[in-house]
């Protein structure tokens, strides 16, 4: 029922309906703490930070992450806890605080690389890139563009958002 609930928030989202998104989350969110299951608690409050990101609503996205990272600890889920962690980092990319971000998807990417799918670690990646430019570190940033476009064959919204920050790059230098 957990994810059926998902499905439809996801689907809501991808219609462009995001005022008939929170609903669903917080009943999703609901009902995994009810059925005392740690691992869809955890899995709710990711994507309630990912719907806060999407509308812009920092805070509120910074307190599901740190939720979701509290409950995938608890409940051992360390692939998880790494993509709680990418989406913190992404929204300090989105607020242009770079450090704060670096920091975060440094401990995101080493947890991925070890208890995660290639997607996971190649959106970790491309994140990092995405701080490397927004730090100026150009060459840091290819670096890592490089690397997704050699590892991620298969993940086609991972190659262009790598060609996209590529482009990115070579226009600000």
């Not at 998902?6 to 998104?21: C, E, N």
């Not at 930070?49 to 920092?58: E, L, V």
């Not at 939720?67 to 300090?92: D, M, P, R, T, W």
Request: one cysteine or more.
């Amino acid at each position: 029922m957990v994810k059926s609930l998902w499905g439809i928030a996801a689907y809501y989202t991808y219609q462009g309906h995001d005022q008939k998104v929170l609903p669903f989350l917080e009943q999703a969110l609901e009902l995994a703490g009810k059925h005392n299951i740690p691992q869809l608690v955890a899995k709710s409050y990711h994507e309630l930070g990912k719907y806060y990101k999407n509308i812009a609503q920092s805070q509120q996205a910074l307190n599901a992450f740190t939720q979701c990272i509290e409950k995938a600890v608890q409940a051992n889920e360390q692939s998880l806890q790494a993509e709680c962690l990418n989406g913190q980092g992404g929204v300090y990319i989105a607020q242009s605080l770079y450090q704060e971000a670096l920091s975060i998807l440094e401990k995101a990417l080493k947890i991925a690389q070890e208890h995660s799918n290639d997607f996971t670690v190649g959106s970790i990646q491309l994140n990092l890139a995405e701080v490397f430019l927004g730090m100026y570190q150009h060459e840091k940033a290819l670096v890592l563009l490089e690397e997704i476009l050699n590892s991620q064959k298969q993940n086609p919204a991972l190659i262009v958002g790598s060609l996209r920050l590529t482009g990115q790059v070579y226009q600000a230098q």
